[in-house]
């Protein structure tokens, strides 16, 4: 079992920027990881992923070059860079990390961050 700890979620005003963080709390094999998100009365979507090794990275076509997915390998941990944020980007993010290094696109990966809202609004 890996336990995933988000955080930096908040509210922000639209055209503004957040920083998602996250990370296992044990250690572990360097993991593919991503980020899905929920809006209320919506199912929840992929957003974005990397590789365990940083090298490829993945994005819903809704991100438009406005979100950076990266990976810090000494902290094992990834970040989630939001700009130019849209009132329809409010929802609840999950952190997301799949069993080994490769990204899947059949399905979000096996461990799940507890979430943490993100509200664009004036």
């Known amino acids: 079992q890996v336990h995933l700890v988000e955080s930096g979620g908040g509210l922000v005003q639209p055209g503004g920027s957040l920083r998602l963080s996250c990370a296992p709390a044990?250690?572990?094999?360097?993991?593919?990881m991503g980020w899905f998100r929920q809006a209320p009365g919506k199912e929840r979507e992929f957003v974005t992923a990397?590789?365990?090794?940083?090298?490829?990275?993945y994005y819903a076509r809704f991100v438009e070059d406005r979100f950076t997915i990266s990976r810090d390998g000494a902290k094992n941990t990834v970040y989630l860079q939001m700009n130019r944020l849209k009132p329809e980007d409010t929802a609840v993010y999950y952190c997301?990390?799949?069993?080994?290094?490769?990204?899947?696109?059949?399905?979000?990966?096996?461990?799940w961050g507890q979430g943490t809202q993100v509200t664009v609004s004036p």
């Open positions: 997301n990390a799949w069993r080994g290094p490769n990204y899947s696109d059949q399905g979000p990966g096996d461990y």
């Open positions: 044990e250690r572990t094999f360097s993991l593919a």
């Open positions: 990397i590789s365990g090794n940083g090298r490829f990275t």
